[in-house]
């Protein structure tokens, strides 16, 4: 069940599921996007923003339309989307979707045939997403979004976010459910 009121940083998260994230890296690749989770900025302890700005989340705190890319445990790339005014800090991780334009490519990329894009690394490596990317903007840069139409509120899932301690039962995680 969705709850009956969002933050900016949900209805963006919401907003993104349906859509595309697409990229012409060495060819080109569109995943509809089918899980993201929100993070809020000050207020939120699971936020990489909570405790301000620092070198390794800069980009978190760019304006709306900014890309902060950041590797997870040293080994996976992650990418969020900047949701907040400049200065604020928060984002939506894409955790995963359904890859519908470029498989022979990705199955190249992830040396496999099963599970090419449903995980936040194993998207960014469908996508050929890396840290070169942090900062640039979807209006300009590499990666491009765009707007699906938009999902009957019963196909979307909302739980609490995953693969953190802090601040877990923010029901901030959306998932996508197939039709």
Same mark, same amino acid.
Request: hydrophobic share 35%; with cysteine; aromatic share 6%.
């Given at each position: 069940?969705?709850p009956?009121?969002?933050?900016?940083?949900?209805?963006?998260?919401?907003?993104?599921?349906?859509? *595309?994230?697409?990229?012409?890296?060495g060819? @080109?690749?569109?995943?509809?996007?089918?899980e993201?989770?929100?993070?809020?900025?000050?207020?939120?302890?699971?936020?990489?923003?909570?405790?301000?700005?620092?070198? &390794?989340?800069a980009?978190?705190?760019?304006?709306a339309?900014?890309?902060?890319?950041?590797?997870?445990?040293?080994?996976?790339? *992650?990418?969020?989307?900047?949701?907040?005014?400049?200065g604020?800090?928060?984002?939506?991780?894409?955790?995963?979707?359904?890859?519908?334009?470029?498989?022979?490519l990705?199955?190249?990329? @992830?040396? &496999?045939?099963?599970?090419?894009?449903?995980?936040?690394?194993?998207?960014t490596?469908?996508?050929?997403?890396t840290?070169e990317?942090?900062?640039?903007?979807?209006h300009?840069?590499?990666?491009?979004?765009?707007?699906?139409?938009?999902p009957?509120?019963?196909?979307?899932?909302?739980?609490?976010?995953i693969?953190?301690?802090?601040?877990?039962?923010r029901?901030?995680?959306?998932i996508?459910?197939a039709?």
């Amino acid at each position: 069940m969705l709850p009956d009121r969002y933050s900016r940083v949900e209805e963006v998260a919401l907003s993104l599921l349906g859509g *595309c994230i697409t990229t012409d890296l060495g060819g @080109r690749v569109s995943v509809v996007i089918e899980e993201v989770e929100a993070y809020g900025g000050a207020d939120d302890p699971a936020s990489h923003a909570y405790r301000g700005k620092t070198a &390794r989340n800069a980009s978190m705190f760019g304006p709306a339309g900014t890309l902060y890319v950041y590797r997870s445990y040293g080994v996976h790339w *992650c990418v969020n989307l900047v949701t907040g005014p400049e200065g604020v800090g928060e984002a939506v991780l894409i955790r995963g979707g359904r890859v519908v334009e470029g498989r022979k490519l990705v199955m190249e990329r @992830r040396g &496999r045939s099963d599970h090419l894009s449903d995980g936040p690394g194993k998207l960014t490596q469908a996508l050929a997403i890396t840290g070169e990317m942090d900062g640039t903007s979807v209006h300009t840069g590499p990666i491009h979004l765009e707007k699906g139409p938009t999902p009957d509120p019963s196909r979307i899932k909302a739980t609490n976010r995953i693969g953190i301690t802090k601040a877990t039962n923010r029901s901030w995680r959306f998932i996508l459910i197939a039709a």
